[in-house]
């Protein structure tokens, strides 16, 4: 029942140190030198960093979307994502107009259920806010425990919502101490951008990122900001993705409105010029909001250093290429949006991120799990190494480099939108509330093990 983690450097948000951790059945229980490990079993952490287990906000597991349902499932996608360092993963819950909240969060669990191999919660969509979905809400937050809420602004005519139904989920969110999320892209505009671009013969995966300009972004950025402060609610800008949604939360910020943001491995480390890979390759790098142009990247890990970003999501949404993205030959409106990040987000931030001097090893840990777990609902409980919290632990080799590819990756997908890249930095064990998932980097984890996390209301961090 009892570990000892031996000789590691202990690294949280805030310190960086070297101790034994000591786990009592889920709980770490002890942190210190040269601990007593009488009757423990003692695991060698030796030139290994000790990090809180990864908490990722953003996936989209078993999700019906463009046409098809994602390559990953609960089972897979959780699989994948533990052996890439994360522990924890909040995903989204669709609904739909005309549907009751506990019909579509019910749907939610069944998926999750007997499959998930680390812990999960879920952030709910919302279609419409009407009288009915804006008093249900009262229950999902306090009895369900899913303290998060997300608007699209964008996909018309599928999953985009108006500003009222927005502005209407901030105020109602104000009240219940939840915090609203939104996918910020100007529907409106980008439908009229495309049926213009297809009426002109373009068809070719490019013409996704084309008629998606950062402007879109960064004018629904501004929006959903301004919505915030008269609601005075708290917002959460989903996979930022460009310097003109950047500015907008940083404006909103200096101004004192609680907006949050969050970007994503992809935006930071690839560029749209992926997009023109010959033989509709181009369609393995369909994301909404896009690529952008390589400058926006520097933006990106600046506004993560100096902390007008707080996370990074990999918004897993993965779909194979063969027969999925295909979907989309002849039409880029055809092409399912999405990648499979769930593995490397962790792994991708270490190594761009610490490895090359971007951020520090402690706003690794800030942007790859502590804040996710403030926001939502989690901490101390997540995201951080402190005496009673889950023992969600990664063991981590920064010496040891290894090359990302869907040859050698877990999640049920046939590409890797990193393939080829080098990474920094080794993943060698996890352990969920003090029981190994990845040991050794094998996986000896048990569908099923993952448990809901019911998360407590919105409190500022
Ligand atoms: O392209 C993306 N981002 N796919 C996932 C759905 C979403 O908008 O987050
Ligand atoms: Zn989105
Ligand atoms: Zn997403």
Known sequence: MRKLIRGGTVVTASETYQADVLIEADK?????????????EVIDAGGCYVFP???D???????PFGGTVTADDFASGTRAAAFGGTTSIIDFCLSNKGQSLREAIAIWHEKARGKAVIDYGFHLMIAEANDQVLEELAHVVAEEGIVSLKVFMAYKNVLQADDETLFKTLVRARELGALVQVHAENGDVIDYLTKRALAEGKTDPIYHALTRPPEAEGEATGRAAALTALADSQL???????????????E???KGW???GETCPQYLVLDISYLEQPDFAGAKYVWSPPLREKWHQDVLWNALCNGILQTVGSDQCSFNFKGQKELGRGDFTKIPNGGPLIEDRFGVVYSEGVHKGRISLNQFVDVIATKAAKLFGMFPRKGTIAVGSDADLVIFDPGATRILSAATHHMNVDYNPFEGMKVHGQVVSVLLRGEFVIRDKQFVGRPGFGQFIRRTPFRRP
């Open 236 to 250: 959460y800008v989903v996979h930022v993705s460009c310097a003109q949604a950047v500015r907008q939360i940083a």
């Open 258 to 260: 609680q907006v949050y």
């Open 28 to 40: 770490v229980v002890a942190i210190g030198e040269q601990l007593e490990a009488s009757g423990a």
């Open 252 to 254: 909103a910020r200096e």
């Open 57 to 63: 906000p953003h996936t989209h597991l078993d999700m």
């Open 53 to 55: 287990g990864g908490i």
